[in-house]
């Protein structure tokens, strides 16, 4: 059971991105599955996350975020995907994909049980 997060890299601000989490031996269609970053120096904190089947709720955390991410979910290959846009300085941060064993999202962070490995977004001119 794992996460694979990937698609992270260096942009100039205004730019876009597209980050992909890929499930293996969990299914992102069931439960809630997100999104979290960590900006060096700063807490992990939530950006989005996809509720699991029977809700399909995508929810919000960061208001700086909104108009600009994107949450889209492939079930036939069991990836969620982050589509960012105009991306700013402030969204560098490691960006990390997690699943908790439950349908509806959570906000904190020790609620999730699985976790990728992170992928590193920098937003620098």
């Known amino acids: 059971v794992q996460l694979q997060a990937s698609g992270g890299g260096l942009v100039q601000p205004g730019e876009s991105l597209t980050l992909s989490c890929e499930g293996s031996?969990?299914?992102?269609?069931?439960?809630?599955t997100g999104w979290f970053r960590q900006a060096p120096g700063k807490e992990r904190e939530a950006v989005l996350c996809y509720s699991g089947r029977g809700t399909d709720d995508i929810n919000h955390y960061l208001d700086s975020v909104k108009g600009r991410f994107t949450l889209s979910r492939d079930s036939a290959k069991n990836t969620l995907y982050l589509q960012m846009n105009n991306l700013k300085p402030e969204d560098t941060a490691v960006y990390y994909c997690?699943?908790?064993?439950?349908?509806?999202?959570?906000?904190?962070?020790?609620?999730?049980?699985?976790w990728g490995q992170g992928t590193l977004v920098t937003v620098s001119s």
């Open positions: 031996g969990v299914p992102l269609d069931i439960y809630a």
């Open positions: 997690a699943t908790l064993y439950g349908r509806r999202c959570r906000s904190a962070a020790s609620e999730y049980d699985i």
